[in-house]
């Protein structure tokens, strides 16, 4: 009988969040398969490629201790032999798609994040996948291309896991100082604050107001780069009231980027 592989694709410092995958592919396949690998196709110039935080010995033990069978560790040049520039093919991502919420900001990341989990999913050829639900954009993204390209592989999402303030888990949480740590968690309380306001009717630019407000009135350190709303399947709406939705923003904290999310 053939063993089923589950696959969990990170770019590593690992935390909290992404043990919870871990352990939901360790409890449904025979085999679990990790991969750790800091895309740089995903970066744009400006953004924090060089500066993202590694330590694989820690995520080593790390892995170690969630009973990983199996770490895939690739180097630059074993995903891209030929460089970056000597590319003939990538994934193409429809620019309505990648022109919504994180896409409009981060031009070329989605493309980069599609070219590397397909090809990820080629080398390591598992039968379920698990991603985080916290980068919403990007789940729907893998959905439609597993859709799209006729993939053999089964899409799992996980919801976010938060610090016990709620403050959504990243990597990336280890760039905010002392101070900014403390306020943090305000980006997800205030999220939720307008959920009703929404819910009650109120248009989504009047939220985004509030939501910019509030933040800024805490604290000068808030910069919100977009809030809006789209269906689950990531299709602008024009409604609150019915269907499901999702609420998702993007709030700069001193320098450092952070993204949250809720579905309701
Ligand atoms: P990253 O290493 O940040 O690229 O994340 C690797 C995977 O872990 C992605 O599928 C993320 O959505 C997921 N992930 C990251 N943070 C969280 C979190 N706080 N809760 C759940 N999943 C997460």
Redesign the pocket.
């Given at each position: 009988m053939t063993q089923s592989v589950g696959f969990?694709?990170?770019?590593?410092?690992?935390?909290?969040?992404?043990c919870?995958?871990i352990r939901a592919s360790k409890q449904e396949n025979d085999i679990t398969i990790v991969s750790i690998f800091v895309n740089p196709l995903q970066f744009g110039p400006t953004e924090d490629l060089v500066n993202y935080p590694r330590d694989i010995e820690r995520d080593k033990n790390r892995l170690e201790a969630e009973g990983v069978e199996l770490l895939f560790l690739p180097k630059d040049d074993d995903i891209y032999p030929n460089k970056i520039s000597g590319m003939v093919t990538t994934v193409a991502v429809d620019e309505a798609f990648s022109s919504r919420a994180c896409g409009t900001f981060r031009q070329g990341h989605f493309e980069g994040v599609a070219t590397i989990v397909l090809k990820l999913f080629n080398i390591v050829e598992p039968n379920r996948a698990?991603?985080?639900?916290?980068?919403y954009q990007?789940?729907v993204l893998i959905q439609r291309m597993i859709h799209d390209l006729n993939l053999k592989v089964t899409l799992h999402g996980?919801?976010?896991?938060?610090e016990p303030d709620g403050l959504?888990?990243?990597?990336r949480n280890t760039y905010l100082t002392e101070q900014d740590r403390v306020l943090a968690p305000m980006i997800n309380k205030t999220l939720h604050e307008i959920l009703p306001l929404l819910r009650e009717g109120g248009s989504i630019a009047d939220g985004r107001g509030i939501f910019e407000s509030r933040l800024t009135d805490l604290s000068s350190r808030f910069r919100v780069q977009y809030l809006e709303c789209y269906d689950r399947d990531f299709n602008p709406v024009t409604t609150i009231i019915e269907g499901e939705r999702v609420l998702v923003t993007a709030v700069y904290l001193g320098d450092v980027r952070l993204i949250d999310n809720s579905l309701f």
């Open positions: 969990v694709p990170t770019m590593g410092y690992l935390h909290e969040g992404h919870m995958l698990y991603f985080g639900l916290k980068d990007q789940f996980l919801p976010t896991h938060r959504a888990m990243s990597s």
